[in-house]
């Protein structure tokens, strides 16, 4: 959908019209496609964003004010640039490969095609914008799950219905804000290296569709942000708390 030019085969109105067609012409498991790239980039990629999150809201919490939100927008920020190193070949095989008509078979294919053509720059050629993108998306992302959590969980005890439902507020809320920025990121994975850097994904999205086109597919990305960011959060936030009860019990033991 954030296709600028698609093929007159690939024209949706809506999200709904998109999932049914692309299964319709293309089979039931086009839906799934990228999968496995998206997968094995995430784990890696949420370990590292994770990790530092939590060393960085610590450490900070210390220097900066307490009270305010701030240390948890600059704790999340930098967790993204460690997350986007490691995700962004990822997302390029991903995306290039769910392009209608696709020439790519496999992820091996789309690695080997893409290296041996455009080099290995292209692999992060759209990791300037991603971080432009993901650097508010994320502090967005963070603070709205910290303020929902304020009010749904004040005392942070493990409650999975408060992790999912901030999860999910906060993915939507960061998703719908930053959608201009994940238009001009689609649209510098997907071509062939004629358009290079943000501002000229900025100028080219402008030129081609208006001011419309750097909110196409905002409601499958909400749809998508929603309960990627709900699961995510009640996940991790399950194993950090069985981790800290075996923590605290061989604490007592000893």
Not at 137 to 157: D, G
Not at 190 to 203: E, P, S, Y
Not at 205 to 229: D, E, K, L, N
């Amino acid at each position: 959908m954030q296709s600028l030019q698609p093929d007159p085969a690939a024209r949706y109105r809506n999200v709904m019209e998109a999932l049914f067609k692309i299964i319709r012409t293309e089979g039931i498991w086009r839906p799934m496609r990228g999968m496995n790239v998206t997968a094995t980039g995430a784990g890696p990629a949420h370990a590292l964003y994770f990790a530092c999150y939590e060393k960085l809201k610590k450490t900070l919490s210390d220097v900066i004010r307490p009270g305010g939100n701030s240390h948890i927008g600059a704790a999340g920020c930098v967790a993204t640039l460690l997350h986007d190193a490691a995700m962004n070949p990822a997302e390029v095989i991903k995306q290039r490969m769910q392009m209608y008509n696709s020439p790519y078979r496999r992820v091996t294919d789309c690695m080997r095609a893409v290296w041996r053509n455009e080099g290995a720059g292209a692999f992060y050629r759209s990791y300037t914008t991603q971080l432009t993108m993901n650097i508010p998306f994320q502090a967005i992302h963070f603070m709205t799950y910290e303020f929902m959590q304020e009010h749904l969980n004040p005392q942070r005890q493990y409650n999975p219905t408060s992790h999912v439902l901030s999860g999910a507020c906060a993915g939507a809320v960061a998703a719908a804000v930053t959608t201009p920025l994940d238009v001009c990121k689609t649209l510098l994975n997907t071509q062939d290296g004629h358009i290079t850097g943000m501002a000229n994904a900025f100028r080219t999205v402008y030129q081609v569709g208006g001011v419309t086109a750097y909110f196409r597919g905002v409601q499958a990305r909400i749809i998508y942000q929603m309960p990627s960011t709900a699961i995510a959060w009640s996940v991790y936030e399950f194993f950090k708390y069985i981790i800290t009860k075996r923590q605290e019990e061989r604490r007592a033991a000893h």
